[in-house]
Every structure is written in structure tokens, then in C-alpha cells.
């Protein structure tokens, strides 16, 4: 059975863009999965929700959770820097 907060890759003949999805739900038709990671498997923040059948998700590889790794953590800082100084200046 599936559960929240596993990973998975769409296998490449997938109608669905290539990345990493989060189960973000469940139901006893459908998986409701998050688009959390790049095909190169980065984080990613997609905002994309797509719903497929148990038999489709068993085609998807289980995959681990997208890394960060230093250059997405370099962004975040950078755009956390450029927020709070935007901030500031629209006051």
C-alpha cells in the first residue's frame, strides 16, 4: 500500500513531465502525487498536482527525495536575501 510522503519517477512513456511527485494523497481509485523534483531529481517547486490509478503508479520507480544539495541551498539564501531587501525598500 502506499503512503504519504513517498517518491516516485514517472517511467519515460509517461504522458506526465519527468521529475520526482510526492503521494500527497490517496483514495481507493486514484494516488494524488506533487510534482517535487526535476528529471535531474533537484527540488523543484512546481505546484503541479496530478491523480493516477494504483496500476499506473506501480509503473512509476520508487524514487528518494529530491536533494537540495549546495546550489539549491546557495538559491534559497540568495532569494531570501533579494525578499527581505525588496522588503526594505518598499517601505
Known amino acids: 500500500m502506499v503512503e504519504a510522503g513517498e517518491h516516485y519517477r514517472p517511467p519515460p512513456d509517461s504522458d506526465h513531465p519527468a521529475g520526482v ?7 481507493d481509485d486514484r494516488v494524488t502525487l506533487l510534482r ?12 503541479e498536482v496530478v491523480h493516477v490509478s494504483h496500476e499506473a ?21 540568495g532569494q531570501g536575501l533579494v525578499w ?8
Open 21 to 27: 511527485y510526492r503521494v500527497v494523497g490517496r483514495a
Open 36 to 47: 517535487v523534483g526535476d528529471a535531474a531529481e533537484n527540488r523543484a517547486v512546481t505546484g
Open 57 to 77: 503508479l506501480a509503473r512509476f520507480e520508487s524514487v528518494r527525495e529530491p536533494r537540495t544539495g549546495l546550489a539549491g541551498f546557495v538559491r534559497n539564501v
Open 84 to 91: 527581505s531587501v525588496r522588503g526594505v525598500f518598499q517601505r
